[in-house]
């Protein structure tokens, strides 16, 4: 399974400082500072960036719901039902913020606490195995077992679609670097929750299954907290959104101004929409709201005295899409 790296990028200035700076202190008097005439102030940095829009800003409405989490509905007389689709030993721990159940290297963590979504079994002796797996279930039946399992056991909702399939790979390297082997060990079907037909972003909206040899299930997991409508609220505008994006960068250049600074972002802009955020399952959230997403990517260039300075990455920008009340 491809994975972006996304980074979001705090625009700062570096600052450098001069030394061979002298210090003479006595009893009773002031502190003498002495600095060099040639070393008493070296000029910042400037950064700045440029922006451009590869994809245009959307057109959204002027409203939008926001929708309150539901208290999950889970309690201790649930776990043993759960212990018996996963094929648990062990006992049953209830602690502050959720229910755990671990039999040897295979655990099975269960939410409780309110605002949270978060159900999870692994196999751990075996997610985290670097060995190729003899033999693997094709993606299409993969993804029908996964189904089935998910539906049988009531944790894949009606507003759910295929996210993805992907492969757990390994490499091994020897003391000089070299890699000596590679494979894949393991197999997860992924599936993602819409609300209002827009794909939720965010950790806390998926739901999957992981096969390994003979296509055993040795992870899964159902993370998302049940929704209710709350109210409508108004939703900023795409250019709005956009100054804010631009506020997480260095300063934009003026005009003919970016060649001159000496560390320089050009930011492409490819793709922005709106939809709703799920934060991860395991941490409170009250309310899922919407969010702008921006993405796309950034190169640095300039100089600082004799250091060249070059990168870029991809980005994803998450924007509030509401007001803040």
């Known amino acids: ?85 996963f094929d648990l030993g062990g006992r049953i721990v209830d602690r502050e913020r959720q229910f755990v159940v671990r039999d040897q290297d ?34 299409d039946e993969a993804i029908d077992k996964a189904k089935e ?58 739901a999957s299954v992981v096969f390994g040899e003979e296509s055993e299930i040795i992870g899964a997991s159902r993370i998302w907290r049940e929704i209710d409508p709350d109210r409508e609220m108004e939703v900023i505008t795409p250019e709005e959104a956009f100054a804010r994006f631009k506020q997480r960068w260095p300063r934009e250049a003026e005009p003919e101004q970016l060649e001159q600074a000496d560390i320089r972002t050009e930011v492409n802009i490819k793709e922005v929409y709106v939809t709703y955020y799920a934060r991860p399952g395991c941490v409170p959230q009250s309310h ?3 969010v702008y997403i921006f993405k796309g990517d950034y190169q640095i260039s300039g100089r600082i005295g004799e250091r060249e300075i070059r990168g870029g990455d991809h980005f994803e920008i998450i924007i509030p899409a509401i007001p803040k009340e």
């Open 1 to 85: 399974m491809k994975r972006l790296l996304f980074l979001l990028l705090i625009g700062g200035i570096i600052s450098l400082c001069g030394c061979g700076v002298t210090i003479e202190m006595s009893r009773g008097r002031d502190a003498t500072l002495t600095v060099p005439e040639d070393r008493q102030e070296l000029p910042k940095p400037t950064t700045l960036a440029s922006f451009k829009l590869v994809h245009p800003l959307p057109e959204v409405p002027e409203t939008i719901m926001v929708y309150k989490t539901l208290d999950p509905k889970i309690s201790q007389q649930d776990i043993p039902a759960l212990m018996k689709v």
């Open 106 to 139: 295979r655990v099975l963590e269960v939410f409780k606490q309110p605002g949270t979504g978060y159900l999870r079994f692994s196999d751990d002796s075996k997610l985290g195995i670097e060995k190729q797996a003899k033999s693997l279930p094709s993606e």
């Open 149 to 206: 399992f998910l539906s049988a056991n009531g944790l894949l909702p009606e507003n759910t679609f295929l996210a993805g399939v992907g492969y757990y790979e390994f490499r091994k390297y020897d003391s000089e670097g070299e890699m000596i082997t590679q494979g894949e060990s393991a197999l997860a079907v992924t599936f993602g929750f819409e609300v209002e037909g827009m794909k939720v972003e965010g950790p806390g909206a998926k």
């Open 288 to 290: 899922i709201e919407p």
